[in-house]
């Protein structure tokens, strides 16, 4: 057995056990991660409840505010028709300025009961951008506090994460680097999983058995000799 590939395999296999462990835990905080995500999305709709709300409650508290300026611009000009009124000559202007005055105070009337049914509106709305907004809030103190425990949660796997990813910058120092992209190229194609043992002529990675000369080579040890179906780094395990 060539010395140098012994060492390799060696190396290789460190590397495979602590990627496997990474593949693991990403795997379980990306679950996770996701989980929050999907929490994080019922406070989206509550959120958009409580704006719109606040949008129509600002909509009205202007129309409203319109309303009774052009309220107040009417109650300008009966006053000034009064006043003309008072100063009038012929029975025609009498008239005239009298069905003025009668119009604008029908105008004002349809006016004060559009106002009033806006005040009603804005009433129910400030009551509804209230309840809103409470319940906006409960739920985003109960959707950050179930985050919270979460991240708690998985403070240990992100922490062994991170020394399994160190492990295996270490480890990795010792392979040609060549030899190294070859091997995280392999775990990609196979969901992590690129070295692998070789039993009785069968790859235990895809359980394809292997050509009886491969399998000798494999033993030998002499070269890295990859699986022809997964394309998996073989070494054989005689314990
Ligand atoms: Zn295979």
Known sequence: MNENIKQDIET??????????????KAVLDKVEKQKQKIGLKIK????????????????????????????????????????????????????????????????????????????????????????????LLLKEKIEAEQNEIDQQTTEDKKALEAYLNDQKQIG?????????????????????????VKNEVCMGCFMNIPPQLFIEVQRGNSLISCPQCSRILYYDNQ
Request: a negative charge; proline letters at 1%.
């Open 12 to 25: 290789l296999v460190k590397l495979q056990e602590t990627e496997s462990q990474i593949v693991r835990l």
């Open 45 to 136: 709709t509550y959120a958009d409840a409580f704006e719109d709300n606040q949008q129509q409650l600002q909509y009205i508290t202007k129309a409203s505010k319109d309303i009774e300026m052009e309220i107040q611009l009417v109650d300008d000009q009966i006053v000034k028709s009064n006043e003309k009124l008072r100063m009038v000559k012929t029975n025609k202007e009498y008239q005239l300025l009298l069905r003025e005055v009668d119009d604008n105070k029908k105008r004002k009337d349809s006016l004060e009961t559009e106002l009033i049914e806006y005040m009603e509106q804005k009433e129910q709305l400030e009551k509804v951008v209230e309840e809103s907004e409470k319940e906006y």
């Open 173 to 197: 120092k010792d392979l040609d680097p060549g030899l190294m992209t070859r091997f995280s190229r392999i775990s990609k194609m196979n969901k992590g999983l690129a070295v692998i043992d």
